[in-house]
T-cell receptor, first 117, second 114 residues
Framework: GAVVSQHPSWVICKSGTSVKIECRSLDFQATTMFWYRQFPKQSLMLMATSNEGSKATYEQGVEKDKFLINHASLTLSTLTVTSAHPEDSSFYIC?????????????FGPGTRLTVL | QQQVKQSPQSLIVQKGGISIINCAYENTAFDYFPWYQQFPGKGPALLIAIRPDVSEKKEGRFTISFNKSAKQFSLHIMDSQPGDSATYFCAASISLFGNEKLTFGTGTRLTIIP
């Protein structure tokens, strides 16, 4: 149980285009999902917290207009990187939080490798 | 202070040995401490987690030791195997008022040699 998927697993795009990454909780409902960014050999950096049916909460320094997050249902959150540039190339990982007595537990997706040319 | 300090940065252990990774925190409001294992090109996978009301938790070969007064916690991997070679992250969060944001340590790259 507690499986989180991401699509696509990798994407290559041209500078200036937009890329959408999907995060799905496959076997549970996630009221809260998180989006992280990870550079090579570094730790995970939280970008934003996404709650179903409400606006995402972004961490300090993360551009809201560049990284659009939509949490339309209890099993799906999307991250859209708008007008992508080479410096946006990174590994993007989502996580979903279980509710109830395991409310603190976050389960991570497999990640999406974004390369902007 | 939201920082979680993790050491060592890298660790080499012989097969069958004990791998020990340490983390320290400042914020006494933290009340949930998970450890994640990450293989290259993959997302982190929850390994084991502990709350401050216990000093130790064991699951198979993995044990978390927790020292509330010292604000430290550690991961012990017994009988380490080559398949355990991965990057390990400690983390901490605060449960109060639904603030479940995880603060991650900097990671430890573990290599198990035959």
């Amino acid at each position: 149980g507690a499986v989180v998927s991401q699509h696509p697993s990798w994407v290559i795009c041209k500078s200036g285009t937009s890329v959408k990454i999907e995060c799905r909780s496959l076997d549970f409902q996630a009221t809260t999902m998180f989006w992280y960014r990870q550079f090579p050999k570094q730790s995970l950096m939280l970008m934003a917290t996404s709650n179903e049916g409400s606006k995402a909460t972004y961490e300090q320094g993360v551009e809201k207009d560049k990284f659009l997050i939509n949490h339309a249902s209890l099993t799906l959150s999307t991250l859209t990187v708008t007008s992508a540039h080479p410096e946006d190339s990174s590994f993007y990982i989502c996580s979903a939080r279980l509710g109830g007595s395991l409310a603190d537990t976050q389960y991570f997706g497999p990640g999406t490798r974004l390369t902007v040319l | 202070q939201q920082q979680v300090k993790q050491s060592p940065q890298s660790l080499i252990v012989q097969k069958g040995g004990i791998s020990i990774i340490n983390c320290a925190y400042e914020n006494t409001a933290f009340d949930y401490f998970p450890w994640y294992q990450q293989f290259p090109g993959k997302g982190p996978a929850l390994l084991i987690a502990i709350r401050p009301d216990v000093s130790e938790k064991k699951e198979g070969r993995f044990t978390i030791s927790f020292n509330k007064s010292a604000k430290q916690f550690s991961l012990h991997i017994m009988d380490s195997q080559p398949g355990d070679s991965a990057t390990y992250f400690c983390a901490a969060s605060i449960s109060l008022f639904g603030n479940e944001k995880l603060t991650f340590g900097t990671g430890t790259r573990l290599t198990i040699i035959p």
